[in-house]
């Protein structure tokens, strides 16, 4: 309304009083309503009007002026119940404010909830007020401490058995002896607000109480949201730290030893798990293992060979283990197209995550290189032995002194009596298959280090 007709608007008025035909806002609506009787009380107190309540009839109803007192109270009743209203919301606003000002992402969890629901309890007249958090990886909800009052009884909820209406029959309804709500983001619930034994009203809760809880709960999942996210953020930089140290640590392993044992008593580290690392042919070179996976070592080599050998090739290979909930996963270490071995770890099945898998990709390259770097030292040294040994056998010794740094090389004694044997193998047929080229090669093997045995025993 113009200023000028709120001056009017001091004391009630009705059809009859000629000053209602300045008010052109009340008139227009008079007309279009096509009230025959009516009349108008203004909400006035000390501090001012803060509106007015025109009440019309179709019909002609005499209107007496004795009235105008009973409206006129009514009026400033009316204008009294609005400021009280309006405070009480501001003061809802400010708490809300208060808390969320007073609170950040750095605060505990813990710090939270016990200022959202003191705020709860307070502000419902509540004896008990508590929050349950759902906690996805458990597929539960779960009390959290602090509560406001004497803590429920009941501390985990298992939605899966029963539905949450089974335990809160008052979730988002008012008019009983306890009230609860949920807190959502993005149309998911991540816990539920409750509060119950209210001291006021014969302990039945209103329909302003759940407003008061829908608007706490509101503020409570935003700020339990941006602290997980927070946490998790924090997390993950922390883990992405540690892999770097690993990191570091396991090159530093490829440079002081030829050997796989610091690297695979690293990488147990790292997983927390027992590590066996099998050579290509699924031999084991080199193990970690977890006092309560010991007995077990053995199962475990049958169980990732038969793994790798019947089934198709792929990018791991996975087993799950009788009564338990560990699984066994193999991947294979390649470089380029070649394929240098394999790497098994046992793990809880709980732990795959996008972190796990960049471990285990880290883990696969480190001894990809360690691998790379025996195959260029075991060249290098048959290189060397070949041309020593070729050297040695000439007719007439050339460079003696070249001789003797090459025996310093192999720490072996030129001037003690030496017999030398020269082998040949014969295939035969043996290297029909492929499973018979693993056998030669095998039988090869197991010929070569019994003859340097016997070698070394002299």
Request: proline share 3%; aromatic share 10%.
């Amino acid at each position: 309304m113009s200023d000028d007709s709120s001056n009017l608007l001091e004391y009630p008025l009705a059809f009859s009083n000629p000053e209602v035909e300045r008010i052109y806002e009340l008139t227009d609506v008079i007309r279009k309503e096509n009230l025959q009787s009516w009349f108008i009380v203004p909400f006035k107190r000390d501090y001012g009007s803060s509106g007015v309540c025109l009440i019309g009839f179709k019909d002609l109803v005499p209107l007496y002026d004795e009235m105008f007192l009973i409206f006129t109270d009514f009026g400033k009743d009316i204008a009294v119940a609005i400021k009280l209203a309006k405070q009480r919301e501001e003061q809802k606003k400010t708490g809300i404010e208060w808390v969320t000002e007073s609170l950040s992402v750095n605060s505990p969890i813990e710090r939270i909830i016990g200022k959202i629901i003191e705020r709860a309890g307070k502000g419902t007249q509540s004896k008990r007020a508590c929050v349950y958090l759902y906690l996805e990886k458990d597929n539960r909800f779960i009390l959290q401490e602090p509560c406001f009052g004497r803590p429920l009884a009941l501390k985990k909820i298992i939605p899966k058995i029963n539905k949450l209406i089974d335990y809160f029959p008052y979730l988002a309804e008012w008019g009983g002896p306890a009230l609860t709500v949920s807190l959502t983001i993005n149309l998911k619930t991540i816990g539920v607000l409750h509060v119950e034994n209210k001291e006021m009203n014969n302990g039945i809760y209103t329909a302003e109480d759940l407003q008061t809880l829908k608007l706490l709960a509101q503020h409570m999942a935003a700020l339990i949201e941006n602290i997980r996210l927070f946490e998790s953020e924090k997390e993950h930089k922390q883990r992405l730290h540690m892999l770097l140290d690993y990191q570091q640590v396991l090159v530093k392993e490829t440079i002081k030893q030829d050997g796989f044992i610091g690297i695979t008593t690293t990488i147990s580290e790292l997983f927390t798990s027992s590590v066996i690392l099998f050579d290509r042919f699924m031999r084991p070179i080199a193990h970690c293992m977890h006092l309560s996976d010991k007995e077990d070592y053995h199962f475990l080599i049958e169980r990732a060979t038969s793994q790798v050998f019947q089934g198709q090739a792929q990018e791991v290979w996975k087993a799950s283990l009788a009564e338990s909930e560990k699984i066994l996963m193999t991947w294979p270490i390649n470089h380029g197209g070649d394929l240098l071995g394999h790497l098994t770890l046992l793990v809880e099945s709980n732990d795959v995550d996008d972190f796990f898998k960049l471990s285990v990709d880290i883990a696969r390259n480190i001894y990809s290189l360690q691998f790379i770097k025996q195959k260029l030292v075991f060249d290098a040294k048959e290189q060397v032995k070949d041309g020593f040994i070729h050297k040695l056998l000439l007719p007439n010794m050339i460079n003696e002194e070249e001789i003797i740094q090459y025996a310093n090389v192999f720490n072996w004694i030129l001037f003690l009596p030496h017999r030398i044997s020269v082998f040949a193998f014969n295939h035969a047929n043996e290297v029909e298959s492929d499973n018979g080229i693993i056998v030669h090669q095998e039988k090869k093997n197991f010929i070569i280090q019994s003859v340097e045995g016997v070698g070394d025993s002299f």
